[in-house]
Each structure stands twice: as structure tokens, then as C-alpha cells.
């Protein structure tokens, strides 16, 4: 089988982050960049039907030089080849304008199966999967939380969860998935997997696509507001009881 | 190209879910701002009592899309209706809720149309005639702003309980049209076994206006109970902090946060979390919090409007009492 992992690479969402003053974005000074954790179990499904079927997993990330180090996260997971799109539009574009370069790169490389995060911890935006499953004529399955592919590897049995339940459905491959956490816990790269990271060449293509023009873009970032701290009651049972339902009562108005 | 501003609804045993009804509201007021309509679109089997109950909640007109392939919903048979409503009225903005179905198909759809696409959207304003939305990033550690190109359509998928429900209008009714849009069963690749309801007596997160929240506090799956029976009093959503989930007392639908669901009830009751910057990253955004934690120095502290110090075990029994008291009495 033939499995295509789509990885970001994003701030470490443990760390703090730094707006710059003038809101045009982040401080990228000391960040500490990482493979998108939905990235993670996105490569960890990959390996795991390679185990199953054989086959190989290819890595593609978009973006600047640095993003090498995200794809080489994943090699040293275990993902065997890995490659990289740059190029002077990618800064510009949106996010489908960032599916269409993809989509560009994947239908040159022979694919049973796209993979995909369910969102970027940065930009949160859910687009890119659903809109490559668009752009390649694929079928697909957002978030999901769990996959079986049966033994001829034609269909992908998945769940996803929908308000108020679970959504089982079957996917014809090729077919494009976005993951959950909750699909699987993404392995640890293994000390020879990150020496074979090491020396592993990751190609590089240059983007020549004119049309990664925007049709959206960020022209602001704030901080959250910061909400006050309001009033912190030490009292017994029945006084907490009766403070909480006057403020239900008085300040939500839900009761 | 028409002003119009389309809402793409949703909906359950035939009525409008919740937050086509909140886009609905926003919607009107958009057309207004954009010199359009304000079109309510529903694909579905039989979708007739739904697009009667649009008017008195602000659609001037209201589409609908029958076809018993659209139901159970997959992406490719809604991508394809939608899309080719899209084509056929070029309305300038279209609303779709942030919800398990939005999320999935609206990106699709944008890619299929071109058609520019802003999700997660926690406001929608027309600014000088842009079209402008907020929305959460960086889990939301920031706050951006997004301006759309002024060209073509524009899809916003909007986050639920950002704009409240109109007030219906009983007297107001909505012109409806039935569109013909051919579906083919071979379009529709992938095949609904089943959705499985995950049963609850409580509502979904995304739909309350009051959502009661428990974490490692609450020590384990049986003490959950003490949630129901309040979420029952209060006609709330019961929620968690991730470690509930991770630990299997409840199914991993009930987490907010960085991992989980992004929630902004009008009232969110924390018991038994200590308030982590992942767990914050899903409920911040709340109109009302109010937390019960035993340890005074809790994080969670820091931002809620009412902050209880104490035991929940000994509260949370009482405030169900209290509730139902104050609800006039117990109805089940
Ligand atoms: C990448 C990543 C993503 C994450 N995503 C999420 C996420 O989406 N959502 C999330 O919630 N967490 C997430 N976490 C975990 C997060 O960091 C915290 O560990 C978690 O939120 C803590 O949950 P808690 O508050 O329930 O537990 P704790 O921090 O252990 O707090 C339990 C609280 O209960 C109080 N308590 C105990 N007994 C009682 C009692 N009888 N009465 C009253 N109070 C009592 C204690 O004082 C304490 O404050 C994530 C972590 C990582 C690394
Ligand atoms: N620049 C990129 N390069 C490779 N994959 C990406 C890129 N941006 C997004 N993706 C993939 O799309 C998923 C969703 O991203 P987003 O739409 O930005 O929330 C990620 O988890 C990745 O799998």
C-alpha cells in the first residue's frame, strides 16, 4: 500500500508564543518547532497498515527549509521517504491555495491512501484534508477515531465522531483520511531511526504555482482578551449552593 | 452575483438544529448590511417542516433540496447539492455551522467552488464593505483577524453559540423553493453503516447554553452521575478536562480544550479542574464560568466570575436539589 502523509510543521503548543507588536504575526526568535501532533498519529496510521500491507509511507510538507526538521520527525518514526515543497508563493497563500500545491506534488506519486491531521495547532483551520480530498477526486473521511482496512486493501472501515454519536463508514480507496488523537498514540522515534533520520535525503521541489494567491488573509493578531478574575468564595455547602444559583439566577440568567 | 447571504442548514427529525438558527439571526443582519437576502438552504430527504419553520426566524426565502440520497449525510452528496445550488445563485457570503458536518464537507466545498474559506469564525462583520471574521489560532493562544477577497463567493463556517437564536416571529413567513438538483447514487462513494447514538439524557455540547464540566476531581466514571443529575436539573451538556477521557470514564466526545471541543456556552461550570492552558484553550471563550475547586490556588480561579473553594462531592448534590427547587420543582 501507498501512503501519502501530509505534515505541517508548527510551534510546540507546550511553549508560550510571542505576538509581534505590530500584530502582523508571531515571533518565530527561539520557537521551538515540531511535527503537528495531529501529524504525528496521521504518520503513526501510515506505518501501521505499512506493517500491515507493506508498502511504503511518503512524507510532504510545504513550506520553509526548516520545515525538514518536522519531516525528519516522521522519518525517524519510520516513514521511508519524505519531501518538501517550497517556494516564494507558499508565504502568501491560504490554505487551499496550500491543498493545490500539495495536490500538485501527490498525484505524481502513486497513492492508496492520503493522510492528514485533523487541523494545524496553528492556524486551526480544518481545510486543508478535506479540500486535497477535493482537488485529487478522492473520496474521504474527516477525524477520525478509528481505521480498518480490510484484507485486499480496497475499503477503509473508519469512525468519526459526530454530535451525539459515531459515524461508522466505509471508504473505497484511494482515499483521503484526517485523524483524531484518539485513533492511535504516535511511537517514539527510536534511537536507529533517527541516525537513519540523519542521513536520509529528503527531496526538495520548488513550487511554480502562480495561483497560491490568497483569497483570504490574516491581517491581525491579538491576544485573547484577558478575562478578570472574579469573586472566589470560601463558604460551606450550603452557602456555595446558594451563591451559585444567584449567579445562575442574577449574572447568566440561565435559570 | 447577488447580495445574498446564504445559511446552509442543518437539521434533526425535522426541525433546524440550534446553530443554523444562530447563523440564521446573523445572516439577516449581514444581508441587511450587504443590500441582500437573507436564503436559508436545506438539503435533506424530506425537508418540508424544517424550511416552514425558517421564516419566522429571518430567511426571506427559503431553497430546499430534496433527495433521498442526501440522508444519511456524506460529504459527497453534499458537496455536490450545495456546490451546485452555489453555482446556480452565486450568493456573495455563505454561513455554515462549525459542527462534525460542517467542518467536513465546507472545505470541500470551497476547494470544488474556489471560493474563499474562513473556518472556525467566532465574528463576522462587513467593515467598509470587506467582509471580515475573528477566529481562534494558535489553540487559542491568539485571537486573528481575516479579511476575505472581495471576489466570488465566500464561505464562513461559523463556531456555534457565538450569535444567540432570533426571536421568532410566528407571523413571518419565508417564499419557499424547491431547487432540482440531480444526484447520482454513483457519486456517493463512501457508504454510512450506521451512526451510532452515543446515548445521553443530556444535550449536545455544541447545542447548551450550559455546560457542566468535570475533571480528575471527580475521581471516577460512577461520580459522573452527580454531572447527569445537574446537566438534567439545568438542561445542560455535561463536559471534561482531558485526563476523564484519557482514564475511559467517559467517551472521548466529552473533552474541551486544545485536544477537544471549542465551547462557548453562556455558563461553564468546571468541577473538579484545575484549569491547564490545553483545558482553557476549549472553554475561555465562555460568557459565564463558574468553577468549584477544592485547592484555592487553582488556575481555573484566575478567570472565573464565580469561583467556589470547596469540596464538590458535598456541593454539587445540593446545587441539583437547589436547582430543581428553583426550576419549580422536578418534572421527570
Ligand atoms: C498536547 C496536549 C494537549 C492537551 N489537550 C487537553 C485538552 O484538550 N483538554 C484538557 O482538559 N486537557 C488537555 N491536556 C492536559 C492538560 O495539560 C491537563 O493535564 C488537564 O487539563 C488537567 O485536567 P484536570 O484539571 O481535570 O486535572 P488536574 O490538573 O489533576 O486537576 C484536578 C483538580 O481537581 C481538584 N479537586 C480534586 N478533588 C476535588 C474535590 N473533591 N472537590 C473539588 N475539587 C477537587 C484539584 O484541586 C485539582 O485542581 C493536554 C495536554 C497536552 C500535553
Ligand atoms: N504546509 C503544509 N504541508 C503539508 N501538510 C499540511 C500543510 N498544511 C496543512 N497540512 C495538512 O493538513 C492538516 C490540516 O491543516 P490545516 O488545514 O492547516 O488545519 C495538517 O494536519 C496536515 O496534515
Redo the contacts with the bound molecule.
Keep these: 500500500m501507498n501512503i501519502v502523509v501530509c505534515v505541517k510543521q508548527v510551534p510546540d503548543?507546550?511553549a508560550p508564543i510571542r505576538i509581534k507588536p505590530d500584530g502582523s504575526g508571531i515571533d518565530e526568535m527561539g520557537l521551538n518547532l515540531v511535527m503537528n501532533?495531529y501529524d504525528e498519529h496521521a504518520t503513526e496510521a501510515g506505518l501501521r497498515l505499512k506493517e500491515q500491507f507493506g508498502g511504503t509511507v511518503t512524507l510532504i510538507a510545504a513550506g520553509p527549509e526548516r520545515t525538514k526538521e518536522a519531516l525528519r520527525t516522521g522519518l525517524a518514526m519510520g516513514a521511508d521517504e519524505a519531501m518538501l515543497i517550497t517556494g516564494p508563493g507558499l508565504e502568501q497563500s491560504d490554505h487551499l491555495g496550500m491543498a493545490r500545491v500539495l495536490a500538485a506534488a501527490i498525484k505524481a506519486l502513486p497513492h492508496d491512501l492520503v493522510i492528514c491531521g485533523k487541523l494545524s495547532t496553528d492556524d486551526n483551520a480544518s481545510i486543508v484534508g478535506p479540500a486535497l480530498a477535493e482537488l485529487l477526486g478522492l473520496p474521504q473521511a474527516t477525524a477520525i477515531a478509528h481505521l480498518e482496512v480490510d484484507a485486499s486493501a480496497t475499503t477503509a472501515l473508519v469512525h468519526r465522531e459526530v454530535e451525539g454519536g459515531v459515524e461508522i463508514l466505509e471508504v473505497p480507496l484511494p482515499a483521503l483520511l484526517t485523524v483524531e488523537?484518539s485513533l492511535n498514540e504516535p511511537r517514539y522515534p527510536s534511537l536507529p531511526g533517527i541516525m537513519k533520520a540523519k542521513r536520509k535525503e529528503i527531496k526538495t521541489s520548488t513550487s511554480t504555482d502562480q495561483k497560491v494567491a490568497a483569497s483570504s488573509r490574516l491581517t491581525k493578531l491579538v491576544p485573547p482578551p484577558k478575562r478578570q478574575a472574579g469573586r472566589v468564595i470560601e463558604a460551606d455547602a450550603d452557602k456555595a449552593v446558594a451563591e451559585i444559583v444567584a449567579f445562575l439566577k442574577n449574572d447568566a440568567k440561565v435559570l | 452575483m447577488a447580495n445574498d447571504v446564504w445559511v446552509v442548514v442543518e437539521h434533526e427529525s425535522g426541525q433546524p438544529k440550534k446553530i443554523s438558527l444562530e447563523l440564521l439571526g446573523r445572516a439577516g443582519q449581514l444581508a441587511l448590511a450587504l443590500g441582500g437576502k437573507a436564503v436559508a438552504f436545506v438539503p435533506g430527504r424530506d425537508v418540508s417542516a424544517v424550511a416552514r419553520a425558517l421564516g419566522p426566524y429571518g430567511a426571506d426565502i427559503v431553497y430546499t433540496a430534496q433527495d433521498p440520497l442526501l440522508e444519511p449525510y456524506t460529504a459527497d452528496a453534499q458537496t455536490q447539492v450545495v456546490g451546485e445550488a452555489l453555482r446556480k445563485e452565486q450568493p456573495t457570503l455563505v454561513l455554515i455551522g462549525s459542527t462534525a458536518q460542517g467542518r467536513d464537507y465546507a472545505p470541500r466545498l470551497a476547494a470544488r467552488l474556489g471560493a474563499a474559506i474562513v473556518t472556525d469564525c467566532a465574528s463576522l462583520e462587513v467593515d467598509n464593505s470587506s467582509l471580515v471574521a475573528t477566529r481562534p489560532m494558535y489553540t487559542r493562544k491568539a485571537i486573528g483577524t481575516v479579511m476575505y477577497a472581495s471576489e466570488g463567493i465566500r464561505i464562513a463556517v461559523v463556531l456555534p453559540a457565538v450569535y444567540p437564536v432570533p426571536q421568532a416571529d410566528p407571523k413571518r413567513t419565508a417564499e419557499v423553493r424547491a431547487m432540482r438538483i440531480p444526484l447520482d447514487a454513483k457519486q456517493i462513494r463512501t457508504k454510512v453503516h450506521e451512526v451510532q447514538a452515543i446515548k445521553r439524557e443530556t444535550v449536545p455540547l455544541t447545542e447548551a447554553d450550559v455546560i457542566v464540566s468535570?475533571?480528575?476531581?471527580?475521581?471516577g466514571p460512577e461520580n459522573f452521575a452527580l454531572l447527569d443529575a445537574l446537566a438534567k436539573a439545568l438542561g445542560a451538556a455535561v463536559g471534561?478536562?482531558?485526563?476523564?477521557v484519557d482514564s475511559g470514564w467517559v467517551p472521548h466526545d466529552y473533552?474541551?480544550?486544545?485536544?477537544?471541543k471549542t465551547v462557548s456556552p453562556q455558563v461553564y461550570l468546571?468541577?473538579?479542574?484545575?484549569?491547564?492552558?490545553?483545558?482553557l484553550?476549549?472553554m475561555s471563550g465562555s460568557k459565564h464560568i463558574v468553577a468549584?475547586?477544592?485547592?484555592p490556588n487553582?488556575p481555573?480561579f484566575q478567570l472565573a466570575d464565580l469561583g467556589i473553594v470547596?469540596?464538590?462531592?458535598e456541593?454539587l448534590p445540593k446545587l441539583t436539589e437547589a436547582v430543581k427547587k428553583a426550576k419549580g420543582g422536578n418534572r421527570d
Aim: aromatic share 4%; with cysteine.
Design positions: 503548543t507546550e501532533y488523537r | 468535570g475533571g480528575r476531581g471527580l475521581r471534561s478536562s482531558r485526563p476523564p473533552e474541551i480544550g486544545q485536544t477537544g468546571a468541577c473538579g479542574i484545575s484549569g491547564a492552558p490545553q483545558h484553550a476549549g468549584i475547586n477544592k485547592d487553582a481555573i470547596g469540596d464538590l462531592f456541593i
